[in-house]
């Protein structure tokens, strides 16, 4: 399965973005998905999952209250609606397709990855 990840651009802290990932190659609805985001000099961390069904979510403690991910799995789309931006969430936002491990928050829990979005935050 192909991912791409669009929607990145920059915003003011406080506002809100919506990130986009559009699957192709296969139907997604057989695979949990993930969104991770790398800042500079960081390594990638886990944001937001969801089960492939939608029925099951988690997030990461540095963006739970702020985040929302969705899908829509007719469209073979994932979704990642945030608000009350802060500048730390500045990054490179990924969208990652996994069909081996429920609830999964680790990087190496995914078999596919998009390429990122940029999403910059200023203060």
């Known amino acids: 399965v192909q991912l791409q990840a669009s929607g990145g651009g920059l915003v003011q802290a406080g506002g809100s973005l919506t990130l986009s990932c559009a699957a192709s190659?296969?139907?997604?609805?057989?695979?949990?998905m993930g969104w991770f985001r790398q800042a500079p000099g960081k390594e990638r961390e886990f944001v937001a999952y969801?089960?492939?069904?939608?029925?099951?979510?988690t997030y990461a403690n540095s963006v739970k209250g702020r985040v929302t991910i969705s899908r829509e799995n007719d469209k073979n789309m994932v979704y990642l609606k945030m608000n009350s931006l802060k500048p730390e969430d500045t990054a490179v936002y990924y969208c990652?397709?996994?069909?081996?491990?429920?609830?999964?928050?680790?990087?190496?829990?995914?078999?596919?990855w998009g390429l990122g979005t940029l999403v910059t935050v200023s203060s």
């Open positions: 990652a397709a996994t069909s081996l491990t429920k609830w999964a928050t680790k990087a190496s829990d995914y078999d596919y």
């Open positions: 190659g296969r139907r997604i609805g057989s695979y949990d």
């Open positions: 969801i089960s492939s069904s939608g029925d099951s979510t």
